[in-house]
């Protein structure tokens, strides 16, 4: 499906509509722990904008360069997910050297990223729907702000539900679930907006 | 098939060697600090390799900032005057520094890495402070929880140290524990004998170190512990005396008392022992024996809760009550105190009440 | 669950043989924002909060201290022994600096219940909301402290929060 977008629009789309986590549910499991605290899930959220946007770039370079012409394409679950943690993990070096101040903030989040499912999630979405260089990073950068929005809205949604008397058996995890659903429901909402794949 | 598999299993194994090799590359350059000076007080400088938190850089080349938690960051013991060389304050740091330290270059050395040069300022004192290797020469039961550990010093042979002072203890992993812990005790022993010391130590339900001593070290094992610490100790003046410590309390006024006899030191001298009954009471025999020794010292236990089999026909009651009642004026009178932080507050009380200024009493902080 | 970075650090330092012998978690194998979250729901349900369960603890073993290591009455009718030994552990959330080691015993002879907790409790309830892990030596049940401390709670709620 060689998608004839425009790119600000594919951009959007990553960001609302297909909105990788409340759309496609991927990155499900750090979104509901870490949502817990604002601070956490903003240092959190930068970092998966991150990693997103570089892997969807590096993986693209990895795969129509080494793999298509080699005929492995069917290697690509591997070896996505090898570049994604030999990735975080310079950038976790490169950023101690550079910054110890963005290292507290930031840096101690991205081993909790590379067994992140929507980081995957890009890099495959990006070999089925066929995305040229240029529209990998921007449907990396685009899905990395949406899971960013997600990760924020739900941590708000959150702070005002610790006054709230829920149900004994539906604290923690169940509430949360329920809300995301919600959140996703209303993201439906946006699904006519811009079509891409 | 066949190429098929090898061309396959080569290209992932490629792919992963040559991000393995971009790895060690990053690991030997990108955080690789490699060599950088400390200049300490502006004289020694020390030649190390970046990259480890400060704390223990210093402690490799035998300088002991205290830590009580192993360099956790939980205990906010270990700050260092960083003048030059530190870069910004780190969020783990700001928690433990007051306004005013942090405008005088204060950090927090377990958690400040050595990626440059730098240039600190520390204490003298704590150039006097070394890590000692010894062994256990005896373990004699003083009561029933509380032991009295001798060491003899190994390497170095000798340590320098003042009455009243204590070492941190270290107590290896064993059985219970996965790394190396240390806790603070007092010195017991005379300080003029130079090549061992002794400590007493009360055992802690769910303690590491007290467990450790009380359940698991035999005569003839090693122990390592670094010192001296503390600035608990027997001001030179002409004053009156008075100790009051109960328990393991006792350890530095022991070493106090035992120097005293060393100078044949002529003040008069009354130490107050708070106890709950008779089984809590230890080294009497001792105590009356530097009775003997001294020119005008008195030993002086209290009980708050005798036994009916003790027959105890000593001073009964709170100890800030029997000192209370031995107390004349508190003119021209000194205080020395070692216990935990509600009984020193007491006892305070009582003192400032006898009259005795609060600058002339003294007490062992790490309780 | 998974949990931040920071919250596993702190799991960590509460194992055994880390800053105390036994721990701080017990025999429970849950992640230790689980612990919290089930605890501060027992709290909300109690009608009170972590703060003022602390603040009653500490009220006791202030009024205690005066003992000296004996018992002493404290208003309305409690009995209350403080004793300590020297030295600190390290709070496991890595503030405060070091916690006293101090043991506070309350009787309560309305009800002839008696508890034990002591100043680290004080703190990691207070600050933390932190009972100790299920099967700690250690744990205490909010349900009893605030029974036998007899912690004053909030009067029924029937408006929305503003």
């Keep these: 499906m060689n998608s004839a977008t425009i790119p600000i629009a594919l951009f959007f789309a990553a960001i609302f509509t297909n909105n990788i986590l409340l759309a496609n549910y991927l990155g499900m499991c750090s979104f509901l722990s870490v949502s817990r605290e604002i601070k956490t899930s903003v240092g959190l959220g930068v970092a998966v904008i991150f990693v997103m946007a570089s892997t969807s770039m590096l993986n693209w370079i990895v795969y129509y360069k080494i793999l298509i012409p080699l005929e492995l394409e069917y290697l690509r679950f591997i070896v996505f997910i090898i570049v994604i943690a030999a990735f975080v993990q310079l950038v976790e070096m490169i950023i101690e050297r550079v910054s110890e101040v963005l290292y507290a903030a930031l840096g101690i989040f991205l081993p909790l990223i590379t067994v992140n499912c929507a980081i995957l999630g890009v890099s495959l979405f990006m070999v089925i729907r066929e995305y040229s260089f240029l529209e990998s990073f921007i449907f990396g950068l685009g899905s990395g702000i949406g899971w960013f929005l997600a990760i924020m809205a739900m941590a708000g949604i959150r702070q005002k539900l610790k006054r709230a008397r829920i149900p004994h058996g539906l604290e923690g995890a169940g509430i949360t679930l329920i809300i995301t659903g919600m959140m996703a429901l209303a993201f439906m909402g946006f699904s006519g907006m811009l079509p891409i794949g | ?367 | 669950m998974k949990q931040t970075p920071q919250m596993k650090k702190i799991q960590d330092n509460m194992r055994p043989g880390v800053l105390t012998l036994n721990g701080f978690l017990g025999t429970d194998t849950r992640d230790l924002v689980e612990i919290l979250e089930e605890d501060a729901a027992e709290v909300r349900r109690l009608r009170t909060s972590h703060r003022a369960i602390a603040e009653k603890m500490s009220i006791l073993r202030d009024q205690g201290m005066r003992g000296l290591g004996e018992f002493i009455d404290v208003e309305p009718h409690f009995e209350v022994r403080v004793d300590s030994v020297r030295g600190g552990i390290p709070s496991p959330f890595g503030d405060a600096g070091l916690l006293r080691k101090t043991n506070t015993t309350v009787r309560n002879r309305r009800l002839t219940r008696e508890i034990v907790f002591t100043d680290v409790n004080i703190h990691l309830i207070g600050e933390h909301g932190f009972y100790e892990g299920r099967g700690s030596l250690f744990r205490l049940e909010p349900a009893e402290l605030v029974e036998i401390l007899e912690v004053e709670t909030e009067k029924q709620q029937t408006d929305l929060p503003g």
């Design chain 2, 1 to 367: 098939m066949v190429s098929a598999l090898l061309i396959s299993v080569g290209a992932v194994s490629g792919i992963s060697a040559f991000l393995a090799l971009l790895m060690v590359i990053a690991d030997a350059t990108i955080a690789n600090y490699g060599e950088v000076k400390i200049t300490i007080n502006k004289d020694k400088e020390l030649d190390v390799k970046g990259g480890k938190p400060l704390l223990g850089t210093l402690m490799e080349e035998g300088i002991f900032i205290p830590s009580a938690c192993g360099g956790r960051g939980s205990c906010g013991l270990c700050k260092v005057k960083v003048t030059e060389g530190a870069g910004q304050f780190l969020p783990t740091e700001l928690p433990w520094l007051s306004e005013e330290e942090r405008s005088n270059n204060i950090r927090l050395s377990c958690q400040l890495k050595v990626k440059n040069d730098m240039f600190i300022e520390i204490p003298e004192e704590l150039f006097n402070v070394k890590e000692f290797r010894s062994r256990v020469s005896g373990l004699v039961d003083l009561t029933h929880d509380i032991k009295q550990v001798s060491l003899e010093l190994i390497d170095p042979a000798e340590i320098e140290m003042v009455p009243g002072q204590f070492v941190q203890l270290q107590t290896p992993e064993y059985e219970l524990t996965d790394e190396p812990v240390y806790r603070a005790y007092s010195v017991s022993s005379n300080t003029s004998d130079t090549r061992r010391i002794e400590l007493e130590i009360r055992l802690v339900p769910n303690g590491i170190c007290t467990t450790y001593v009380h359940n698991y070290l035999k005569e003839g094992d090693e122990v390592i512990f670094n010192g001296p610490y503390g600035d608990f100790h027997l001001r030179d003046t002409d004053r009156e005396i008075i100790f009051i410590a109960g328990g393991s309390g006792m350890a530095p006024i022991k070493s106090i008392l035992l120097g005293m006899v060393d100078e044949n030191n002529p003040r008069r001298a009354r130490y107050f022992f708070g106890a709950r009954s008779k089984r809590d009471l230890f080294l009497t025999d001792k105590m009356k024996e530097l009775e003997q020794k001294l020119p005008n010292f008195s030993f002086i236990p209290a009980l708050s809760n005798p036994e009916p089999d003790d027959h105890w026909e000593g001073d009964t009651g709170l100890i800030t009550d029997v000192v209370a009642e031995h107390m004349e004026s508190g003119n021209n009178t000194e205080a020395y105190l070692c216990g935990s932080p509600g009984m020193i507050d007491a006892c305070i009380k009582v003192l400032t009440d006898k009259g005795v200024p609060e600058e002339l009493i003294y007490y062992d902080k790490f309780g």
